[in-house]
């Protein structure tokens, strides 16, 4: 049977980045903070943070989350309740894993993140078999396929948007080989959704999960998720999923415009006046204009004319964020620092790769003009002796 490609990873065309022939706003053309997560944050996000608290239990609450149901929604490309979680994204990542089916867990392992869901499914007790691919490279569909033929396998882990990497992953195929096999797919997309296209209806994803303070524009602090109908139920009849992350309580409670516990009141109310802001943006808008962000990396590393690279092979590069690989010689760490001096933050390399490339975040509230002076400034740096 054919494999499944089901993501377009082809250079998007930015037109849409204006709604009715007028920019949008609320943009950070002047942003300088450009680490790949958390992002930077407009100061009126932050500033939405301070109002009086509320009751968490009664209908205040409860308009509050059903206006937040109402922005998630379109962001998730879903019908479903979005799970809202007081935590970072980890937590929703075990969350996932407690609440899967019993049995062997197949680990994609393209990168840091990756190898760190593999060690979340471990620690829940998981046998975990691991499917690796160099780091920056993305697993072979066919390799997924052969494992899963096998048979043993009931849960895929898979990173979306790899941020060690900026290696992005065709998280529909993998789903649907998953699904053609009998098991259930676990998404960590925390680079990716806000982002990037996710289609998480149509494309039949079991469960997906994001974290606040990536694409999203957040202070970080919460997580997202959307779990499938199919996969609540499977979930139901799992004994030991836990408590305080238990899927099944999370939906129940959202179905009732509330949270399983306490929640995050003032990162709820940032994110209340940010989805206002995405509404107006428009999801294909915002899709649109972080593809511009990463053709703009690509461009900018060919003209500087600098012995530079994307670490992500072309046709499976993020477009939230991008790992360049530097010259021999010349150190990431100084790198970052340098620019730093100059008022941009950046990220160094990660892990293994923490000397020898730099990371650079074009993702929530930033643009291609604001990303351009960064990278102004990063070339002066790179130039200097």
């Known amino acids: ?5 089901c ?3 082809s250079t998007r065309a930015a037109d849409g980045v204006e709604r009715g022939g007028r920019p949008v706003t609320r943009l950070l053309d002047d942003g300088h903070f450009f680490l790949p997560g958390p992002t930077e944050v407009r100061p009126e996000i932050l500033g939405a943070m301070v109002r009086p608290m509320i009751p968490h239990r009664g209908s205040e609450f409860e308009r509050l989350f059903t206006a937040l149901q109402a922005g998630l929604q379109p ?6 309740p979005v799970l809202i979680s007081s935590s970072s994204a980890t937590g929703l990542m075990e ?14 392992v393209n990168g840091a993140f990756a190898e760190r869901f593999a060690r ?4 829940c007790g998981r046998e975990v078999e691991v499917l690796s691919a160099e780091w920056g490279a993305v697993v072979p569909l066919e390799a997924v396929e052969a ?3 096998i ?6 882990t898979v990173v979306h948007s790899e941020t060690s990497t900026g290696a992005l992953t065709d998280i529909c195929a993998v789903q649907a080989l998953a699904t053609r096999h009998g098991a259930v797919c676990l998404v960590d997309s925390v680079t990716g959704v806000a982002g990037m296209p996710v289609e998480t209806d149509t494309w039949g994803l079991d469960y997906l999960f994001t974290g606040s303070q990536k694409a999203f524009a957040l202070p970080p602090g919460l997580a997202f998720a959307v779990a499938s109908p199919a996969f609540l139920a499977g979930a139901a009849a799992v004994a030991d999923r836990g408590l305080y992350f238990d899927l099944v309580e999370f939906d129940a409670f959202a179905r009732r415009s509330q949270t399983p516990n306490t929640p995050a009141l003032p990162l709820l109310f940032a994110l209340e006046a940010q989805l206002a802001a995405m509404t107006q943006e428009g999801i294909g808008p915002r899709w649109a204009r972080h593809e511009a962000m990463r053709a703009r990396m690509e461009d900018w590393i060919r003209e500087s004319l600098l012995p530079l690279g994307i670490l992500a092979p072309v046709g499976a590069r993020s477009a939230t964020i991008s790992t360049i690989s530097l010259p021999a010689g010349v150190s990431g760490m100084r790198v970052a620092e340098a620019l730093r001096q100059r008022g941009y933050v ?3 390399g990660y892990g293994k790769l923490r000397e020898s490339t730099i990371r650079i975040g074009h993702m929530g509230d930033h643009t291609v003009a604001g990303l351009d002076r960064c990278l102004t400034e990063l070339g002066q740096v790179l130039r200097t002796p």
């Open 1 to 5: 049977m054919a494999l499944v490609h």
């Open 7 to 9: 993501a377009d990873h």
């Open 75 to 80: 962001v998730f490309r879903t019908r479903h």
């Open 95 to 108: 969350a996932g894993v407690r609440c899967a089916p019993p049995g062997p867990v197949l680990a994609l």
């Open 120 to 123: 979340v499914a471990r620690a």
């Open 147 to 149: 494992r899963l033929k």
């Open 151 to 156: 048979g043993r396998s009931k849960v895929v």
């Open 346 to 348: 950046i990220g160094t």
